[in-house]
């Protein structure tokens, strides 16, 4: 649950899921239908099969449940108890498989964690940080950050996972001609087969995105105020995301305007960001 809107499973249809908005206020209504307009959009340009991050699917919006109850033909709808707010439903994202998650468990968390299942998450895949923070006593196993070092340890591939970033944010920048503020790249489980030992990687939450207008000041600005998921400047990785980045940009004859992106981007970030 968050400010904005909550995201649930619909009884009986456990790969989707519903994002709900809390205040039914004319503004929230628009902004939530304009989230799920973006999110078709980039399901028409961007994920596709040869891309490494995928997103999820958008299958619809509607004025309240029990309109979506009524065409997926689930019964016992007066059991839910929602309001009769606007929602739109799209792809679930799952959990990383058991495998990965006892990884993650006996690599990285606490001793108090040990004897316990590994907790069911998501993990963000934070190449902006190259190490991780010790000594905190907070751990947050719902949004696991993986910083550079902890994806390395695991055995992931940082290079294409900085390619990745570089190809997805270039798509939802020249393709959709958004912003992509606020967005997240996350590890977790494969959508046809949650068992999976296969790692997937997935490119959600689209509800801050704005049209850049062709400003680079406004994608720097996104990127930059962005938790650390892109790598910096001075990392290993860099050179992936920046060549990934300009060579999608290319595709969309944006090669100007992504190079001017690179270039600001060093006088933008901070070492210590």
């Known amino acids: 649950m ?19 908005i809390q205040d039914p206020c004319k503004d929230a209504v628009a902004m939530l239908m304009k989230e799920h307009d ?11 099969s040869s891309e490494f991050f995928q997103l999820p699917r958008a299958h619809g919006s509607y004025t309240d449940y029990y ?17 009769p707010h606007a929602l739109y439903v799209m792809q679930r994202i799952w959990p990383v498989s058991h495998w990965l998650a ?19 998450l998501l993990a963000r895949l934070y190449l902006g940080n190259g190490t991780s923070r010790q000594g905190s006593r907070f751990v947050n196993t719902e949004n696991f950050p993986l910083s550079a070092d902890r994806i390395e340890r695991l055995g992931l591939p940082a290079d294409k996972i900085a390619a990745g970033m570089g190809q997805m944010l270039a798509s939802i920048n020249f393709k959709a001609g958004r912003d992509g503020r606020d967005i997240e790249f996350v590890l977790c489980g494969h959508p046809e087969n949650p068992l999976s ?22 994608i720097v600005s996104s990127m930059v105020s962005n938790d650390p998921y892109y790598p910096r400047p001075w990392s290993p990785q860099w050179q992936a995301f ?24 060093p006088r933008s970030v901070k070492a210590d960001q």
């Open 2 to 20: 968050g400010s904005f809107a909550t995201v649930f499973v619909s009884e009986g249809r456990g790969g989707v899921v519903l994002k709900q």
């Open 38 to 48: 973006d999110l078709l959009t980039l399901n028409s340009v961007c994920g596709g």
């Open 67 to 83: 309109s979506f109850a009524q065409e997926a033909g689930i019964q016992r709808i007066e059991d839910m108890g929602l309001p």
């Open 102 to 120: 006892t990884r993650i468990r006996d690599l990285f968390l606490p001793k108090p964690f040990s004897d316990q299942p590994p907790p069911q």
């Open 197 to 218: 030992k296969v790692p997937f990687y997935e490119c959600i939450d689209f509800n801050q995105m704005r049209p850049h207008g062709g400003s680079a000041i406004v």
């Open 242 to 265: 920046a060549d990934a980045y300009l060579a999608t940009a290319v595709e969309a004859n944006e090669s100007p305007l992504a190079q001017d992106v690179l270039q600001k981007i």
